[in-house]
Each structure stands twice: as C-alpha cells, then as structure tokens.
C-alpha cells in the first residue's frame, strides 16, 4: 500500500513538474509540501511524535519510487529520511527528540553538513571548530556542497572540538537554521539533480547551547560512519529507482517506435539490449533490498551496503544510457524523458562515497 500510494504521488504529483523544475534547479513548494502531507519526510518518527512509524526499509521503498519519476526530488527525501532523522532517532536525547522529530515530520526540512573543501572522501579532515565557552559552543567554519541547505530549517553540522584528538574531536551539533552567523550560499549550478538545491553553509561564531550537541563530546565521527554506511543503502534505492524509471521509458519507446516497417522492439538487437537492462536492474534491486534487511535484522551490513551502493550506480549508468541509445537521436534531446535520468546518475558514483570509496570498504570487508 506504501509502495502504490508513493508511485501514485510520484507520477500524479512529481512527473508534470519535473521539467520545469529541472529548467530552473528549484524544488517546487507544492512538492515539498506535498511530501509532507504524505508523511514521506518522517517515514520512521514515532508514532508519539506524529509520524508513521515506519521502517528503514519503508524509508528505501520511499526513495526508490520518487526517484523513478525524479531522482532529484528522491535526494531531499533520502537526507531527511536515512541521514537527519536517523542519526536523531539513534543518537538524539528524549529531549532533542521531542524537540526536533515533530517539526521534521510536519514541516522542517533537515540537512547533513559534514562535507568540507579539503575533507570529501577524507571525511573527518575537518577544519570546522567548535570552541566551547561557558554552557554553550562557538562554530566557525565552512561546509560544502550540502543538500537541501537552501530548504533546511536545521543542520547537522561536524566540527573539531580539539584538533588534537584528530577524528576523535569531531562532534555533530543540531543548528537551526536562524543561529546567528550561518549563512547559506548561492546554489551550485549542477549537471544533474538540479531541483535539489547544493550549497555552501557557512558558520561565524555561531552559538549553540551544549544540549545542541547530537550525541557525546568527540563522538561524531561514530555518527557520520554509521549514518552514511545506512545512507549508502538508501542511495542503492535511489538508483534502482532511476534505472527502472529510464529502463521502463525505453522498454514503452522501443514497443512503440517503428523503423523497417515494425516496432524496434521485434529486433534482436534491441531485445537483448532490454534484456540485460532487465536483469541488471532486478540484480541492483536484489542486493539494495538485501542490505536494508540485514541492516534492520541488527546484523553486519556495511560491506553490503557499500556493494550494493557501487553496484546500483554502475547498473544505472548503463541502464540510463542505454536508454538515450533506444530512444536515439530524441534520447539526446530535453524533450525525451530519458535525458535528464542520464544527466542525473552521474551523482551516485560521487555522493556518499565515491565508487572507489566502496572499493575500499568493500575490500576490508572481504579481507577482515
């Protein structure tokens, strides 16, 4: 029922919009209320805190479907979902929890701000600071390429409270978005996703009382690793989404286009193109699933959520571009709906880990 009704919205809702969102790299307003109308932005809030209850795998199912309509509009669903409410949900306070989880329900957008010029796959080479003075922390310093910043009511931001521990420094602090002193900047003009908005957030002397901190002093390193290893499933889902969308575009194309006096479809060249299409897709598909139920069984899943990461987004860089090839020459243009999906996958080799950041998780985990 979860799965029908999201694929009803996406295709109802999101397919009319998504051009004109993408022609000018803004998430329309009546999507994002739409999402939270639908409870698609608290997928696993508690039910004594408004939300649905669901699971991390309804949060996957979620994000696959939005992104087989619109991959950059599934971004802003997956950050709030399997990053922001998650690492609130396992390490937040009763307090923060009551604080936060409702707002993040019904309206608030959440954003992850980890990311820094010299620290991208080197995640914890952070220079961002939080000086403590009295009950509170002061935060300077400058965080990139955050999604959702332009939308977010509150940050998850990673600073270094003593650069001498090195990782063991780095602290995650809750940071509504009207602290004086963090300014969010211009939106990045992206190749792909451009409905979901990519800025700098920058921080000078911001203050937050200790009770923003998210956690313990000096664990936020725990955080990010834990939350990224999950968030790579929901990438996974992500792009499984998007190949199906380019994928189910082509295979309707192919059925319908004729050259030689019948559909494309009837070749066997183009057969066998949808074919191992097909069977790539449902491959992905198998080991996203595999590792969100692992994760939810409380057994080891980072090895597998970093496969099923490197796997997905390889499967659906081929699949979107075999789909501009079905369509062809239209399949180059703005007016196929093909374009944009290929345009779109480059991203899911890059954010959350690079591929060959997975290689590397990977390795260590067949290795261990």
């Known amino acids: 029922m979860l799965q029908s009704s999201v694929r009803q919205f996406a295709r109802e809702q999101i397919a009319p919009r998504v051009r ?22 608290g997928v696993e809030v508690p039910e004594e805190y408004g939300g649905a209850g669901g699971t991390f795998f309804h949060s996957v199912l979620c994000i696959e479907e939005i992104a087989a309509v619109d991959p950059a509009v599934a971004v802003i669903v997956d950050v709030q979902n399997t990053l922001v409410i998650n690492a609130l949900l396992r390490y937040g306070s009763d307090q923060q929890q009551a604080l936060w989880l409702p707002k993040l329900n019904e309206s608030l957008v959440g954003a992850y701000a980890l990311s820094e010029a010299g620290s991208g796959s080197d995640a914890f080479a952070l220079t961002t600071t939080a000086r403590a003075e009295g009950s509170s922390y002061i935060l300077d310093g400058r965080k990139l390429w955050i999604s959702s910043a332009h939308e977010a009511g509150l940050f998850l931001v990673f600073a270094t409270v003593n650069a001498a521990d090195g990782y063991r420094g780095i602290t995650c602090f809750l940071v509504p978005r009207e602290s004086d002193g963090l300014q969010i900047g211009k939106k990045e003009d992206k190749l792909g996703i451009r409905a979901s908005s990519t800025a700098e957030v920058s921080l000078s002397g911001v203050r937050v009382h200790r009770s923003a901190v998210l956690g313990e002093v000096g664990k936020g390193y725990k955080i990010a690793i834990e939350t990224l290893n999950e968030g790579r499933i929901a990438i996974g889902g992500q792009l499984v989404g998007l190949a199906r969308g380019a994928y189910q575009h082509a295979l309707a194309y192919a059925k319908q286009r004729r050259q030689f006096g019948k559909p494309i479809a009837e070749f066997q060249g183009v057969q066998f193109q949808l074919a191992e299409m097909a069977t790539k897709l449902e491959g992905a598909r198998l080991m996203v699933y595999n590792a969100a139920r692992l994760r939810e069984a409380g057994k080891s899943f980072a090895t597998e959520a970093a496969m099923a990461k490197l796997y997905a987004s390889t499967v659906a860089e081929e699949i979107a571009s075999q789909a501009v090839e079905i369509f062809g020459g ?10 944009k999906y290929y345009r779109d996958v480059k991203i899911g080799r890059i954010y959350e880990g690079t591929s060959n950041m997975q290689r590397i998780t990977i390795a260590k985990g067949i290795l261990s």
Request: hydrophobic share 45%; net charge negative.
């Open 20 to 41: 004109a969102m993408d022609d000018s790299a803004t998430l329309d307003p009546k999507i994002l209320k739409g999402l939270f109308q639908l409870g698609l932005m």
């Open 330 to 339: 239209i399949g180059f243009t703005k007016d196929s709906p093909v374009e």
